[in-house]
């Protein structure tokens, strides 16, 4: 299982090997290679003894026969000599810091900010670190959080703090670190019947006002659109240790579909750390494509984009089961998707007094 | 001023007004209004002159006020233009626009240039009469016009502003300039002349001026920008006159200059007789009429081209016509029945009369090297290719199709290409869609040849200019507006040939660029990254820094051959450096080949390599025996070029292994221009008067055969 390594001198020995596969192959007169697994739906497998999906064992060489290739490995090089830079300097920084750092390291700068989280997240797979390892910092902020839990947080200050997230924040939550480790964060106690990931801040906001936590008893997190690692990582922790279950309720379409899949099974992107990152028995709620049709909610046509995403995901192996063959299969059949709010149709107050009653009941959660 | 005049009057079209000539169709000119305002006045018809204009005012180009301005500015332009152009004087232009009264759209316009002049005689006549210096029978390639001329806007001035308009003319042979102001009574369609003095005309740094004429009018109008403008029509202007040198001044006071790029007037052109495929039925009779030829045989072998003795006498047998029948006196269906054995419609024991082709000397091409230069100093652009077509001729009209395309980075890549259209030199700024240059344009498919273009259909899109110009005797309009060209099915498939032809230059351009960027590509990698790579390593590592040679080779695996063209500012030649690199892991060996503008008398010097010549503009060198990691040089310089004309050379090779960043040379195709080239020695020999035409150019490695473009790349690249 992958872990923190936590270990300055063995990331470091990591770092080098990556290093070394390319000194050696310019002394032995061939290219430059970096050996990588593939980063493709391609290459994910379910992990029966994690539960979630990870990456699977087909391998790609990045050489550096072409520009492009090349580049990437010596910007490679760079973030290496930067990390270690920063671990012997007892230092760490955003990578948003590294793009800007970057500018210094001509010819091997990075040309837009995907490039340097993308190598980020290279060297963690092929390294087996994580990005904590190398002292870099995500940019994203962390979700928002409404319930009957009570976490401590380290403040700057180095006390520990006392939080609940619903007596002691005003309406818009508790807002999650970036860091949601136990150095940083401790779960205290709770006492919520399940955890509900909502994907949009106006339906978050929605249920807030009516008090829907409170009187259905629960912790309701706002995910910000494809969720955060520690918004993941948080509820990882919150299912795992209080044993809570965990449900998803987002909008209608293959991208939401996604986000659910990253959620449960680990996302395609950092299926190196899905052990880490994924609730395997997160539920999906809604809204599904039955929902759109059960509801009649007003619905807009897929657009081609939908249309490719949804026959991607057909044959995208966090999607085989049966249930969401059905879902996707409809959606594609109905050529429509509705949002979450489009449940406003009825009302106001139709989501908490009709549609999550209903929907949790057939979950066995209310 | 020496437009086509057909009469309608002689057509039998008699007593018409002006507002009925508009419904004829095939009146093709508004002279035939000129003439009939000539014909109301001598006939001292009491229709006010200004009736007259306001009544046609749509198609002497006034229809509008930000049209009026661009007219006016097209008239003085294209008179001095072609003063210039008769005199043998190089143009130099000067155009002036200034808000005289903002609230009233009051334009004040001044239009100098160094043309011969005007005798103070002849002042009255050219700006006050709507009909002047024209010739009956002459055919030939000429400006046209696009209302009654100068004195339109004489006329427009008075009639808008009440004002006379200000000329000042000086010939070489008198010591002083007239000044004087013409006016019009347009009861009388007459010139009124005031305040007529000679002055002593001096030029802005108190020289005296030599030659020339200046008009200053005052005029209702709007100046406006865009794509229908007076900049416009100037940039225009100048891009098919590279031998003007014309100066602008905006209401702003922003001063436009277009330079100079060749000193090089256009070609003389001859005047022609009409060719009997071309000719109407009124044009029939009046020629009839006013000839004095008492036979009919002599009056057809004389007065019109392509008509020898013997076809005169089939042409007389098919019409059942005797030879010696008097012009004059041949009744209206006598007249008919030639001009049906013209056409073919009689024949002569079952054949058609055998009618030799109009000469196609009498038309002025711009040239392809020209357009090159024109199209250069307005767009700042990388390539240009151009194509002008050998003249042909339809329906007894010779005429001639050139193209040029422009190809670059200062265009906007996402909007349609600008479309450059011009007749007879002068550009056509209205009515884009409807014109035949336009709909041979969106005939191509260019996505075949690196533009975009919607459904492979209309203007494509990308940072590009498409030039194209239509030189001919007869160049017919869809309307009296002079906007747009009419549909016609041989006019139309050499403009879509020339289309093609240059299309495949462009296409092949962006190859070569494509290519050359990959090479670059591989040239960065192994000189800076790959070093950069060892060298960051080893720091990491703390191992020394690793030799590349091995990792280059398998890298690379090819060999490349990097080749510069450059304007050297210091030497005024054109530099040429070519390099070849073995990075294989064998000994190679190859004759390199390059093209270069021999055709256009550039000289190769400074080659130190030596080499041979292989073929007329084809140079060709031995490299033996190039080891691995080993790199070849080949420079030399041309010299006896301008700047800009030749910014790419192609470099071809003969070898086994394939060469990046050159092309296999086609044998076949070296033979083609080998067996061309003794083709043009000899037709140099026979006539030596016409060798300008004679010659293909072999400018960028093309050779024009019968089918178009073929290359040393061999066939259709």
Redesign the interface.
């Known amino acids: 299982m992958m872990a923190r390594v936590n270990d300055p001198e063995l990331t470091k020995q990591r770092l080098h090997l990556v290093v070394e596969e390319m000194y050696d192959r310019i002394v032995k007169g061939e290219p430059p290679t970096m050996t990588l697994p593939v980063r493709t739906k391609n290459n994910i497998g379910f992990d029966k003894k994690l539960g979630v999906y990870k990456y699977g064992k087909k391998r790609s060489t990045r050489d550096a026969t072409s520009l492009g290739s090349a580049k990437n490995l010596l910007r490679a090089l760079h973030v290496v000599e930067f990390i270690e830079e920063m671990i012997e300097a007892g230092k760490s920084s955003t990578l948003r810091e590294m793009y800007y750092i970057s500018e210094a390291w001509g010819l091997g700068k990075f040309g837009s900010q995907n490039e340097s989280n993308n190598l980020a997240e290279d060297l963690e797979v092929v390294t087996s670190c994580l990005r904590e390892d190398f002292k870099l910092r995500p940019e994203e902020d962390g979700a928002r959080m409404i319930g009957n839990v009570t976490l401590m947080e380290l403040n700057r200050k180095g006390q520990w703090m006392t939080i609940n997230a619903r007596d002691d924040v005003g309406d818009s939550g508790y807002g999650l670190p970036y860091n949601v480790e136990i150095e940083k964060i401790q779960l205290k106690e709770h006492d919520v019947k399940f955890l509900m990931a909502i994907e949009t801040g106006g339906m978050f906001d929605r249920l807030v006002e009516n008090g829907f936590d409170e009187e259905y008893n629960c912790g309701l997190i706002h995910l910000k659109g494809q969720p955060a690692r520690s918004t993941r990582r948080i509820m990882k922790r919150m299912n795992e240790e209080w044993d809570v279950p965990v449900v998803v309720f987002l909008d209608g379409d293959p991208w939401s579909f996604r986000i659910f899949a990253s959620i449960a099974y680990g996302a395609i992107k950092t299926a190196h750390i899905s052990e880490y990152l994924a609730t395997p028995s997160a539920s999906y709620l809604g809204i599904t494509s039955d929902d759109i049709l059960a509801y009649d909610l007003p619905s807009d046509e897929l657009s081609k984009k939908d249309i490719e995403a949804l026959n991607a995901e057909l044959t995208d192996p966090r999607f085989a089961d049966g249930w969401w063959q059905d879902q996707i299969n409809m959606m594609l059949e109905i050529g429509q998707k509705a949002e979450q709010q489009s449940l406003a149709k009825y009302g106001l107050d139709f989501v908490t007094d009709t549609y999550l009653p209903e929907k949790l009941e057939e979950m066995g959660l209310a | 001023m020496n437009a086509i005049i057909q009469e309608p009057w002689a057509m039998g079209l008699g007593r018409l007004r002006p507002d009925v000539i508009r419904t004829k169709e095939d009146l093709g000119g508004v002279r035939h209004v000129a003439g009939i305002a000539e014909k109301m006045a001598s006939n001292q018809k009491q229709i006010a002159i200004s009736e007259f204009f306001e009544k046609n005012k749509h198609f002497l180009g006034f229809d509008s006020l930000p049209r009026s301005i661009i007219t006016a500015v097209k008239e003085s332009v294209d008179n001095s233009l072609d003063a210039c152009e008769e005199a043998r004087i190089l143009p130099d232009i000067k155009v002036q626009i200034t808000k005289a009264d903002l609230k009233k759209d009051i334009l004040e316009l001044t239009t100098e240039d160094n043309g011969p002049g005007i005798p103070q005689k002849s002042i009255e006549k050219v700006f006050g009469q709507l009909l002047f210096g024209s010739r009956f029978h002459a055919i030939r390639q000429s400006r046209g016009q696009q209302g009654i001329g100068i004195t339109g806007v004489v006329m427009y001035s008075q009639l808008t502003t009440g004002k006379p308009t200000h000329v000042l003319s000086k010939i070489a042979s008198e010591p002083t300039a007239v000044s004087v102001k013409i006016g019009l009574d347009t009861r009388k369609n007459k010139a009124v002349k005031s305040e007529q003095t000679r002055i002593i005309w001096e030029n802005d740094d108190l020289t005296m001026k030599e030659h020339g004429v200046r008009v200053t009018t005052k005029m209702k109008g709007k100046y406006q920008r865009g794509r229908q403008s007076v900049f416009q029509y100037l940039r225009m202007t100048s891009i098919v006159n590279p031998h003007a040198e014309i100066t602008f001044v905006d209401p702003d006071g922003e001063i436009y200059h277009w330079p100079r790029v060749t000193e090089k007037l256009p070609r003389k052109v001859d005047a022609i007789k009409p060719h009997p495929h071309g000719i109407e039925l009124g044009q029939l009779q009046r020629m009839c009429r006013e000839t004095s030829d008492s036979r009919l045989s002599v009056f057809l072998r004389q007065n019109f081209s392509g008509v020898s003795m013997r076809a005169a006498k089939e042409l007389c047998e098919a019409a059942e016509l005797d030879v010696s029948t008097k012009p004059k006196s041949m009744k209206p269906d006598d007249i008919r029945a030639m001009l049906e054995a013209f056409q073919g419609e009689r024949d002569v024991g079952g054949k058609v009369v055998k009618l030799l082709s109009p000469p196609t000397n009498c038309l002025s091409p711009i040239e392809e090297m020209l357009i090159k230069k024109g199209l250069s100093k307005t767009i700042d652009s990388k390539f240009i290719s151009t194509m002008t077509r050998a003249p042909t001729v339809s329906h007894g009209n010779p005429f001639q199709v050139e193209v040029g395309l422009i190809f670059g980075d200062g265009m906007a890549a996402d909007k349609p290409v600008e479309v450059l259209r011009f007749a007879n030199r002068v550009p056509l700024m209205y009515q884009q869609g409807g014109c035949l240059l336009t709909k041979s344009i969106e005939s191509v498919d260019w996505r075949q040849y690196g533009l975009d273009q919607a459904g492979g259909r209309g203007v494509p899109k990308g940072p590009a200019a498409i030039l194209v110009h239509l030189a001919s005797t007869n160049v017919q309009f869809t309307s009296e507006a002079k906007e747009a060209l009419s549909d016609n099915e041989v006019v139309f498939e050499e403009t879509r040939k020339a289309m093609l032809e240059m299309g495949r230059g462009l296409r092949k351009h962006l190859e070569k660029k494509k290519k050359m960027a990959k090479t670059r590509?591989?040239f960065?990698?192994i000189n800076?990254?790959?070093p950069?790579?060892?060298e960051?390593?080893?720091?990491?590592?703390e191992?020394p820094v690793?030799d590349?040679?091995?990792?280059i080779?398998?890298?690379m695996s090819a060999v490349i051959c990097n080749e510069t063209t450059t304007w050297n500012k210091e030497t005024k030649q054109t530099d040429v450096s070519i390099t070849l690199f073995n990075y294989t892991s064998r000994a190679r060996s190859y004759s390199i080949l390059v093209n270069w503008p021999e055709r256009s008398d550039g000289e190769m010097v400074g080659n130190e390599r030596g080499g041979r010549k292989e073929a007329m503009g084809i140079w060709g060198w031995k490299v033996e025996t190039l080891e691995p990691g080993e790199k070849a040089h080949i420079q030399y310089s041309l010299s006896n070029l301008e700047k800009g004309d030749w910014t790419e050379t192609d470099v071809f090779f003969r070898g086994s292994q394939d060469v990046i960043g050159a092309s296999k040379l086609d044998e076949k195709m070296l033979e083609e221009i080998r067996r061309q080239e003794q083709i043009l020695v000899e037709a140099d020999k026979e006539m030596p008067a016409d060798k300008e035409e004679a010659q293909p150019t072999f400018d960028t490695g093309v050779v024009e055969g019968d089918t178009g473009q073929t290359t040393l790349f061999g066939g259709d690249v």
């Open positions: 590509e591989k960065e990698l800076d990254i790959l950069a790579i060892a960051k390593s080893a720091a990491i590592l191992r690793p590349l040679a091995g990792s080779t398998k890298i």
